[in-house]
């Protein structure tokens, strides 16, 4: 059943404007019924663009009043099925009692939280996602007609999959489905019961675990690799007949990077446009590596990359290699479901919608092979279920646990071992060093201009004097509570000593008031009143004057850091009794719920305290050689009090920790040796002296593939206020969009920009007419991007930042407009950018041309890299920033954009009809 109405609130004040229902019966399709009601008001003209139903087309329609009789009479010994029943039914009941009818009393079923359930991986439940993922027709979506059709298919499709569920699956999600959304549940106890009168067996992939059903694993090895290279053109083009074409400055590349992993050379550098095939570029030749013993690690820059490179390049390799090749992709271990854990998690009551989470995640282990939580395309993972579940570390699983033997992390990690390639994200690299490298371990850096940053980034470690307080009196009062079971309880129970309590107790009670009083005396040392002049205060600390407060304080800093220590040993003892009598049944819910609470509190708290050794006064002799130290607090009342450590630069960091690891590394990427900045590559990434930089063509005609254009009487960005910058940007923004119906990139330099003009196309009414994705407020990076693509009609609008800015592959009409809204300047004013910016004028340079420019003019290139990734594509680009005219550094700006693109000066009011003419003519 669906209905299309006047709006969406049930207050009485909105109207049916289309009935419609189709009947299904023994699996099948039977009936249907559908009418236009006259809402006796004014339709919206949103709704009116949403449904395509105008006031004219209901004038000559019946009432609802006229209606009422024959759809109360339809509905009656029916199941009501709808795909987010909790509207339509209630909004239904609500019109039927305003005309003096009872509510309807019938079983009803959402297709919404089944589709959950049963498709725990979709990136969308909005119906037209859900039947294009299944095939099903779905004709005018928003049309009640054809979205009840629709969700009748989509029920019988549902059932269809829960019909092939495992028994043992059926019964746990008949005995947890008791808050799903009305007689949902009834879906699957009928399934159990139909299946728990036949002899079933587990089919052959799956296997049962201690009540839960996962994906039997499978430990396999490819063949290796021949050790003789294809160097013969017509070799090449053997493998790569009908799968790529043969372009011979790929082939080029191919050939020089199996050389360089057979040479001397520690370091050496690709710099390789769109277009130039590089991924394959060097892929080809290091699985050529593999059956020599060795194993190739690859980072990119972000997950996303990571994912993309997994998902299309390794799929394509394997098609083109005459050998089999073997990939484990490295995340952090907070992307893994711990299973023990989670198993832990069904043995409590929870609320609907961790409920709801929990059934989905058992339907998802049948599925998956990685246990990624990534899969499940959630936009957070801020349930609080998340935070129980995810992976703590091998290090931390009891090898007596049912769970050990098939946990998804351990097995990655003995996969990766034996794989010939390694998967990585940069930020891992940096600080799994010693797990990835080795003699016979080859590095790929791609996206290599990333690697300095991200290295930064990663390296930086956060002490937060403020949680630490807070986290330690929420265990006190969890563990001392008289109101409630309490660790006093436990010990009553037998579950721990008195004299295993009070250690705990004290050890506790020490962080408690402790770390409060150092850092009212830091504050009062480094901040002062200098805190009340801004909303945020940033301050370096000066290597001698916290060398000094240190000493002052040693012995509250020596005491702090053994309470730490006794902490996570506790904590490690308690929670493997805690596993051993959990499994064994010997707790009630009351004290799994306690010990589940005090586990969380107290892993924040370890977790906070782990850089606690930045005061160690050894380690901070050595700290300070390569590292800065800055203090940062609010002055907004509670404002937390914290204490970072990071790299200044990444000279002598990445050589040294990084490339010396392995037996040679690749530096992939665009723009690295741009002349326009071509000392900053070097340095920035601390290349050997002599090291080789091999540069190759763009194969892509860019004068007759692109249209380029520059606002010309845009506002000065480092003149006009914010919220007039934002005004300009959404009027500008919805002209353009609203003229040029193509699916458009939006890049911004800020998520609080990207929230702020949402606001505004919201206001204008953008939002309702056109598919517009923010990203920060539709979703993440990966789920946005899947919605964008998925786009029925390839006119979406992704207002983006950060990894949309390199790496994301849109081809074809996947991307045809992309828009810069300004030339994309870091922050000056982090402490780190000073930092660097003090350092540079120290060394008689410009802080601007030899860091800030550079920088810029690389993350420009790399999201004019977005546009064109095919010889095929054709698109356009729009810079809404004048500073690449008007200001001196602009030339370098425009100077760096692949020859034949030429960049065209156009009046505001002109972009939106050039756009169009160029789209028209090609």
Request: hydrophobic share 40%.
């Amino acid at each position: 059943m669906d209905l299309e109405t006047t709006g969406t609130a049930i207050n009485g004040t909105n109207r049916i404007i289309q009935f419609s229902c189709t009947f299904v019966q023994h699996k099948r399709i039977v009936n249907e019924f559908s009418t236009l009601i006259d809402p006796k008001q004014p339709i919206p003209p949103e709704i009116s663009q949403l449904t395509n139903i105008s006031d004219k087309d209901v004038k000559k329609a019946p009432s609802f009043e006229e209606m009422a009789g024959t759809i109360y009479s339809l509905l009656q010994n029916t199941t009501f099925v709808a795909h987010n029943i909790a509207f339509d039914y209630n909004f239904l009941n609500s019109e039927l009692v305003r005309v003096g009818y009872p509510e309807l009393d019938l079983k009803g079923i959402d297709t919404v939280q089944l589709a959950q359930i049963v498709l725990p991986t979709l990136l969308s439940y909005r119906l037209s996602d859900v039947s294009h993922f299944l095939s099903l027709t779905h004709e005018q979506p928003h049309n009640a007609a054809s979205d009840a059709r629709t969700t009748a298919a989509l029920f019988i499709k549902l059932r269809e999959r829960i019909a092939d569920f495992p028994l043992t699956l059926l019964e746990e999600l008949s005995l947890r489905g008791r808050q799903l959304e009305l007689d949902t549940v009834d879906c699957f106890k009928e399934a159990y019961e139909q299946k728990s009168k036949q002899e079933t067996k587990l089919p052959a992939d799956l296997m049962s675990v201690a009540g839960l059903i996962i994906q039997r694993p499978i430990f396999s090895r490819d063949t290796l690799a021949p050790l003789d290279y294809p160097f013969e053109l017509v070799e090449k083009e053997k493998l790569f007949t009908g799968l790529i074409d043969v372009r011979l400055q790929q082939v080029k590349m191919m050939d020089e990077t199996f050389e360089f992993f057979n040479g001397s050379d520690l370091v050496r550098v690709i710099d390789a446009p769109t277009g130039a095939g590089k991924t394959l570029g060097y892929l080809f030749p290091a699985a050529y590596q593999t059956g020599q013993g060795k194993q190739v690690v690859i980072s990119t820059a972000t997950n996303v990359l990571q994912t993309q490179l997994q998902e299309n390049a390794f799929s394509l390799l394997k098609k083109i290699l005459p050998f089999g090749c073997s990939v484990v992709s490295l995340k952090g271990n907070y992307h893994f479901i711990d299973l023990a854990r989670f198993a832990q998690s069904l043995k409590r009551t929870q609320n609907s919608h961790t409920n709801l989470l929990q059934m989905r995640i058992m339907v998802w282990l049948m599925e998956t092979k990685t246990g990624d939580f990534d899969e499940l395309h959630l936009t957070k993972l801020q349930d609080p279920l998340f935070n129980e579940i995810h992976h703590r570390g091998v290090e931390e699983l009891d090898s007596d646990n049912p769970f050990y033997s098939v946990d998804f992390l351990r097995r990655k990690k003995l996969a990766e071992k034996n794989a010939d390639f390694v998967l990585t994200n940069h930020a891992y690299l940096s600080s799994h060093i010693e797990e990835l490298s080795g003699p016979n371990s080859l590095l790929v850096v791609d996206e290599a201009q990333h690697l300095a940053p991200m290295t930064i980034k990663n390296n930086r470690k956060t002490l937060d004097f403020d949680e630490i307080k807070i986290l330690a009196d929420s265990l006190l009062v969890k563990i001392r509570s008289h109101e409630s079971y309490s660790f006093i309880d436990l010990v009553g129970s037998g579950f721990i000593t008195s004299s295993e309590f009070k250690h705990l107790l004290q050890v506790i009670r020490v962080i408690d008031s402790r770390v409060p009083q150092l850092r009212n005396d830091l504050a009062a040392t480094f901040v002062g009143g200098n805190a009340s002049q801004s909303e945020y205060y940033e301050q370096l600390l000066r290597p001698k004057k916290i060398r000094g407060f240190i000493k002052g304080h040693l012995a509250e800093f020596v005491t702090v850091a053994s309470a730490y220590r006794k902490l996570v040993q506790v904590d490690r003892e308690l929670y493997k009794k805690f596993m051993t009598q959990s499994t064994t049944l010997h707790l009630s819910s009351v004290q799994n719920k306690l010990l589940n609470d005090y586990f969380t509190l107290a892993r924040s708290l370890t977790k906070e305290l782990k850089n606690w050794k930045l005061f160690d006064l050894d380690q901070l002799e050595e700290l300070f050689e390569s590292q800065i130290i800055w203090l940062t607090k609010s002055n907004v009342k509670g404002a937390h009090l914290r204490i970072h450590s990071g790299l200044m630069e990444t000279k002598n960091f990445l050589k040294n920790h990084i490339y010396e690891s392995f037996q040679h590394t690749l530096l992939t990427g665009a723009e690295l040796s741009l002349p326009e900045i071509k000392n900053f590559i070097p340095t920035n990434l601390d290349l050997p002296a002599k090291t080789q930089i091999s540069q190759y063509d763009s194969s892509f005609d860019y004068r007759k593939q692109v249209a380029a254009m520059v606002a010309t009487d845009a506002p000065d960005v480092g003149v006009v206020d914010q919220q007039e910058y934002c005004k300009y940007l959404a009027d500008t923004i919805s002209e353009i969009c609203s003229k040029v119906p193509r699916q458009t990139l939006i890049l911004f330099n800020s998520l609080q920009t990207i929230a702020d003009v949402y606001q505004l196309l919201q206001q204008k009414g953008l939002t309702r007419t056109k598919n517009v994705l923010a990203q920060g407020i539709s979703g993440g990076v990966e789920k946005i991007k899947k919605r964008f693509l998925m786009d029925h009609e390839h006119q979406a609008i992704l207002l983006g930042t950060g990894s949309f800015w390199e790496g994301v592959d849109l081809p074809h009409d996947d991307l045809e407009l992309l828009v810069v809204t300004r030339l994309p300047f870091q922050a000056v004013d982090s402490v780190i950018n000073q930092a660097r910016y003090h350092k540079a004028e120290k060394l008689g340079e410009n802080p601007f041309s030899t860091i800030a420019l550079p920088e810029a003019v690389i993350k420009l290139n790399q999201g004019f890299g977005r546009l064109i990734r095919t010889k095929t594509d054709i698109g356009a680009f729009v810079l809404l920033d004048p500073r690449i005219l008007t200001k001196k550094y602009g030339v370098v700006f425009e100077k760096s954009f692949p020859a034949g693109v030429k960049l065209e000066r156009r009046k505001i009011a002109e972009l939106g009809d050039n756009l169009q003419n160029f789209f028209k003519n090609i």
